[in-house]
């Protein structure tokens, strides 16, 4: 069974930057297209796209909110996909959750299979 976990949330001050990290089990990292997404407060049932790559690390998407602050990553040995935030602002603020399919990514939640539990990002203002 495919286990994904973030880590890496937590408070941050305007500005700042934080680095979420999503380890994969259970499964063979190196065919997921890894992505993540982040549901707001008070939006509960979306979830909005923030950065994907496919399973050979190339294919980098972006969300418009993020683009030019936000970077993703992966690391294949440690069966980790990164997300660097740089930046930050309160509009930032949302559960962010990592998501994997098979080889190509999407930039829609219903096409991943697996999902962690998620990470809370607050940035205060």
């Known amino acids: 069974q495919v286990h994904l976990g973030e880590s890496g949330g937590g408070l941050v001050q305007r500005g700042g930057s934080l680095k979420l990290s999503c380890v994969v089990s259970?499964?063979?990292?190196?065919?997921?297209?890894m992505a993540w997404f982040r549901q707001a407060p008070g939006k509960e049932r979306e979830r909005e796209f923030v950065?994907?790559?496919?399973?050979?690390?190339?294919?980098?998407h972006y969300g418009d909110a993020v683009k030019g602050r936000f970077t993703i990553s992966r690391h294949d040995v440690l069966n980790t996909v990164y997300l660097q935030m740089n930046d930050l602002g309160p509009e930032d603020t949302a559960i962010y959750f990592c998501g994997a399919r098979f080889a190509i990514a999407t930039m829609y939640a219903d096409e991943y299979e697996h999902w962690g539990q998620g990470t809370q990002v607050t940035v205060s203002s």
């Open positions: 950065a994907s790559l496919n399973f050979s690390g190339n294919g980098k």
């Open positions: 259970g499964g063979a990292f190196a065919d997921y297209a």
